[in-house]
């Protein structure tokens, strides 16, 4: 019989137990804050100071009537069904926030930063939007109810932009404006305006500013359809660049250029009369005007052809 073998010392380093492998712990991702209803968050305000930056607060269909400021990076978006209604106004003071889907029954004023308002209703009787020198917003398919001053007033140096905006006004309520420019930079494009006194109104409020300091906003694109007074005015040293744009029925002046103001108004197609006053000589090109243009540069009442 052959002899047994000797068992084999174990190795002790066989034995060692490996160490555990550390998992990292994951950076937690941005998180939804519900307001409203059955939500754990009082208000807005509340909502703003659980938010970390990044974060989505969804609005529920509610009323808000404490005023809300925003200084935090993040996005607020109206939930399922009504909109939410903003009934104590909102101030924004931080540097990037989405605002999407809510109906704002007060003002809504963006005081710096680079913005995106999309599919908003605005209605009241106040300044609707005011974006503050400086600021950059881009407003987009939001509808404009304007039942006292402007339905958009956009300061001094505010960039960004307008576009795919429905704005209207109640044609008995005199001194309503669709978008107010002062000396702003931003980009008008492709909204419509009705009922309002004045479709645009561009003017800078320091007509003795150095003309570097002086911006000219481009308004291209719109319809600006029965106001009750003048489609577009430019006042007091205002230069802007409108290009095909469609105004009609406009009850005194389809444009008023007036108190030294100029621009540049490239293939528009105007139905109304147009009034130039003395000392004022903006560039008019390729427009199809089909009423009178009354330059008070030239002597008389002028009546000019269908192109100008």
């Given at each position: 019989?052959?002899?047994?073998k000797?068992?084999?010392?174990?190795?002790?380093?066989a034995e060692?137990?490996?160490?555990?492998?550390?998992?990292p712990?994951l950076p937690?991702?941005?998180?939804?804050?519900?307001?409203?209803?059955?939500?754990?968050?009082?208000?807005?305000n509340?909502a703003?100071?659980?938010?970390?930056?990044?974060?989505?607060?969804?609005?529920?269909?509610?009323?808000?009537?404490?005023?809300?400021?925003?200084?935090?990076?993040?996005?607020?978006k109206?939930?399922?069904?009504?909109?939410?209604?903003?009934?104590g106004?909102?101030?924004i003071r931080?540097?990037?926030?989405?605002?999407?889907?809510?109906r704002?029954?007060?003002?809504?004023t963006?005081?710096?930063?680079?913005?995106?308002?999309?599919?908003?209703?605005?209605?009241?009787?106040?300044?609707?939007?005011?974006?503050?020198p400086?600021?950059?917003t881009a407003?987009?398919?939001?509808?404009?109810?304007?039942?006292?001053?402007?339905a958009?007033?956009?300061?001094?140096?505010?960039?960004?932009?307008?576009?795919?905006?429905?704005?209207?006004?109640?044609?008995a309520q005199q001194?309503?404006?669709?978008?107010?420019?002062d000396n702003?930079?931003?980009?008008?494009?492709?909204n419509?305006?009705?009922g309002?006194?004045t479709?645009v109104?561009?003017f800078?409020?320091?007509?003795?500013?150095?003309?570097?300091e002086?911006?000219?906003?481009v308004?291209?694109n719109?319809?600006i359809?029965g106001?009750?007074?003048?489609?577009?005015h430019?006042?007091?040293?205002?230069?802007c660049?409108?290009?095909?744009?469609?105004?009609?029925?406009?009850a005194?002046?389809?444009?008023?250029v007036?108190e030294?103001?100029?621009?540049?108004?490239?293939k528009?197609?105007v139905h109304?009369?147009?009034?130039?006053?003395a000392g004022?000589?903006?560039?008019?090109?390729?427009?199809k005007i089909?009423?009178?243009?009354?330059?008070?540069?030239?002597v008389?009442?002028?009546?000019?052809?269908?192109?100008?």
């Amino acid at each position: 019989m052959a002899p047994k073998k000797a068992a084999k010392k174990k190795d002790a380093k066989a034995e060692e137990v490996k160490e555990e492998e550390v998992v990292p712990e994951l950076p937690d991702g941005p998180k939804s804050i519900a307001v409203g209803g059955w939500s754990s968050a009082k208000d807005i305000n509340d909502a703003v100071e659980k938010a970390a930056e990044g974060d989505l607060i969804i609005l529920n269909s509610d009323n808000f009537d404490a005023p809300a400021v925003i200084d935090k990076n993040i996005t607020l978006k109206g939930g399922a069904g009504d909109a939410p209604v903003i009934r104590g106004g909102m101030v924004i003071r931080a540097e990037k926030v989405t605002l999407e889907g809510v109906r704002f029954e007060s003002s809504l004023t963006v005081e710096q930063g680079k913005h995106a308002v999309s599919n908003c209703e605005f209605d009241g009787n106040t300044n609707l939007l005011c974006l503050w020198p400086y600021s950059d917003t881009a407003v987009s398919g939001c509808k404009f109810t304007t039942r006292g001053k402007a339905a958009i007033y956009s300061f001094s140096h505010a960039k960004g932009s307008i576009t795919k905006c429905e704005i209207t006004g109640d044609p008995a309520q005199q001194g309503t404006s669709g978008i107010v420019l002062d000396n702003s930079c931003t980009i008008i494009d492709g909204n419509t305006i009705s009922g309002t006194t004045t479709g645009v109104y561009c003017f800078c409020a320091d007509a003795a500013a150095d003309k570097a300091e002086l911006n000219s906003p481009v308004i291209k694109n719109n319809t600006i359809n029965g106001v009750s007074g003048t489609g577009v005015h430019l006042d007091k040293g205002a230069n802007c660049t409108f290009t095909n744009n469609t105004i009609t029925n406009s009850a005194y002046w389809a444009v008023n250029v007036s108190e030294k103001a100029t621009g540049t108004f490239t293939k528009n197609a105007v139905h109304d009369k147009v009034r130039i006053r003395a000392g004022c000589r903006p560039l008019l090109a390729q427009n199809k005007i089909t009423a009178r243009v009354i330059n008070e540069n030239d002597v008389g009442t002028i009546s000019m052809q269908e192109r100008y």
